[in-house]
């Protein structure tokens, strides 16, 4: 099937605790994506510990193939014990799409996952299992485009809890949220995210009474994205590394004046530059018939892997939303590795250019190698695919 899967996800940590007692893990095997959300007992570094084992231990024996009997026995006898309670405790959420549209979802104690298909609530079947004692739900079904997922924390049903709400918000009324939200148009799982995340943080009146995460799958096309950034070493290597660039699916970004001009004078079409400044610290775009987004190269880079590494690091707020959405080169170009893109092909020239290099420094400690590095490393934690090719 030519679909992927778009990932978001985020943490709202208890009041008055500096670690999540909640863990989310994204793992990508070599015919599924899988993720998994736990949740420790209590919370702070006692609740973090005990989700983080979880996550780990559930998602190293998922991708070696061992099935949940394995897994939560497994887990039942390493989980270290709560001094005070005198148990070891961690409730969870397997969520595994296959490439072939085949879906495995397994909870234990968590709140259910919701599942929106065209603009409705759908439940699906499931069979109960009981594993050392512990009472685990079962599902396989298969997928279909446009499906969200949406696992979160009980702490998003216990949201507002004897303040705004006397019960909190509870499942039921989160679910018709997500769903009306899903019928607003073709709402990104980021952006689905950050509107879950700041209702609860809104109920909780901005003090979480509970450690909260929610993580939102969407069932897409896949999406290709195909950077091209820096002059190869070779000049012999410009119409290889453009034939590589240009007969690879998806969309093109070509990022740098060198870069833009290598391209004009392959393809053989001219550069048109637009005179509009919209931010004072970011050069204006440019056009090329044939590539969809021609950039200034370093400062735009910059940017742009600077906005990716505020929203891995949770920042998923309104205000960077709205930073996401602004006419300038880096956040367009942030936007559609965000938004738009499942798959990240990088074309990058190994040339050296004096104006990035520092002084004592070698090339691969370049200003552009390094901002290449750090966006691939950005991409990847989000979840998407990344091939970086070296000319």
Same mark, same amino acid.
């Given at each position: 099937?030519?679909?992927?899967?778009? &990932?978001?996800?985020?943490?709202?940590?208890?009041?008055?605790?500096?670690?999540?007692?909640?863990?989310?893990?994204?793992?990508?095997?070599?015919?599924?994506?899988?993720?998994?959300?736990?949740?420790?007992?209590? /919370?702070?570094?006692?609740?973090?510990? %005990?989700?983080?084992?979880?996550?780990?231990?559930?998602?190293?024996?998922?991708?070696?193939?061992?099935?949940?009997?394995? =897994?939560?026995?497994?887990?039942?006898?390493?989980?270290?014990?709560?001094?005070?309670?005198?148990?070891?405790?961690?409730?969870?959420?397997?969520?595994?799409?296959?490439?072939?549209?085949?879906?495995?979802?397994?909870?234990?104690?968590?709140?259910? =996952?919701?599942?929106?298909?065209?603009?409705?609530? &759908?439940?699906?079947?499931?069979?109960?299992?009981?594993?050392?004692?512990?009472?685990?739900?079962?599902?396989?079904?298969?997928?279909? #485009?446009?499906?969200?997922?949406? %696992?979160?924390?009980?702490?998003? &049903?216990?949201?507002?809890?004897?303040?705004?709400?006397?019960?909190?918000?509870?499942?039921?009324?989160?679910?018709?949220?997500?769903?009306?939200?899903?019928?607003?148009?073709? #709402? /990104?799982?980021?952006?689905?995210? /950050?509107?879950?995340?700041?209702? =609860?943080?809104? %109920?909780?009146?901005?003090?979480?009474?509970?450690?909260?995460?929610?993580?939102?799958?969407?069932?897409?096309?896949?999406?290709?994205?195909?950077?091209?950034?820096?002059?190869?070493?070779?000049?012999?290597?410009?119409?290889?590394?453009?034939?590589?660039?240009?007969?690879?699916?998806?969309?093109?970004?070509?990022?740098?004046?060198?870069?833009?001009?290598?391209?004009?004078?392959?393809?053989?079409?001219?550069?048109?530059?637009?005179?509009?400044?919209?931010?004072?610290?970011?050069?204006?775009?440019?056009?090329?018939?044939?590539?969809?987004?021609?950039?200034?190269?370093?400062?735009?880079?910059?940017?742009?892997?600077?906005? #990716?590494?505020?929203?891995?690091?949770?920042? &998923?707020?309104?205000?960077?939303?709205?930073?996401?959405?602004?006419?300038?080169?880096?956040?367009?170009?942030?936007?559609?590795?965000?938004?738009?893109?499942?798959?990240?092909?990088?074309?990058?020239?190994?040339?050296?250019?004096?104006?990035?290099?520092?002084?004592?420094?070698?090339?691969?400690? /370049?200003?552009?190698?390094?901002?290449?590095?750090?966006?691939?490393?950005? =991409?990847?934690?989000?979840?998407?695919?990344?091939?970086?090719?070296?000319?």
């Amino acid at each position: 099937m030519n679909i992927s899967l778009e &990932v978001s996800h985020k943490s709202l940590c208890k009041h008055g605790e500096e670690l999540c007692g909640d863990k989310l893990e994204i793992i990508k095997t070599e015919n599924s994506d899988i993720i998994i959300l736990s949740d420790g007992m209590g /919370s702070g570094v006692k609740a973090n510990i %005990l989700a983080t084992l979880t996550s780990k231990i559930l998602g190293t024996m998922l991708k070696k193939g061992a099935n949940i009997e394995d =897994c939560v026995d497994t887990i039942a006898k390493t989980l270290p014990v709560c001094s005070v309670r005198h148990v070891a405790y961690s409730t969870f959420t397997i969520l595994q799409i296959f490439n072939d549209g085949n879906a495995y979802l397994v909870e234990y104690d968590n709140p259910g =996952c919701v599942l929106i298909r065209n603009k409705k609530i &759908v439940n699906i079947p499931y069979e109960v299992k009981q594993i050392e004692g512990k009472t685990i739900k079962e599902y396989r079904f298969k997928i279909e #485009l446009n499906d969200y997922f949406v %696992l979160f924390s009980d702490g998003v &049903v216990h949201a507002g809890v004897g303040n705004l709400m006397d019960f909190g918000w509870g499942w039921q009324r989160a679910a018709e949220y997500i769903r009306k939200a899903c019928c607003e148009g073709n #709402l /990104s799982a980021p952006r689905l995210t /950050s509107m879950i995340c700041k209702i =609860c943080d809104d %109920l909780y009146m901005n003090s979480p009474g509970d450690d909260t995460t929610v993580a939102v799958a969407r069932i897409v096309k896949r999406k290709n994205i195909n950077i091209f950034t820096g002059p190869p070493t070779s000049y012999d290597d410009d119409a290889v590394l453009m034939r590589d660039f240009m007969t690879t699916p998806g969309k093109k970004i070509v990022s740098g004046g060198t870069s833009a001009n290598i391209a004009s004078r392959i393809l053989n079409k001219k550069i048109v530059a637009s005179i509009t400044y919209n931010d004072p610290e970011i050069p204006p775009i440019a056009s090329l018939e044939g590539v969809d987004l021609v950039t200034e190269g370093v400062l735009t880079l910059n940017r742009c892997a600077n906005m #990716l590494e505020q929203y891995n690091k949770g920042d &998923v707020s309104a205000k960077f939303f709205d930073s996401l959405d602004a006419d300038n080169g880096a956040a367009i170009l942030a936007k559609i590795l965000i938004e738009d893109c499942t798959h990240l092909n990088m074309f990058v020239g190994r040339a050296m250019n004096s104006a990035h290099q520092n002084v004592g420094l070698p090339f691969d400690l /370049s200003i552009r190698m390094r901002l290449v590095e750090k966006i691939k490393t950005e =991409c990847e934690k989000m979840g998407k695919a990344v091939v970086v090719k070296y000319y």
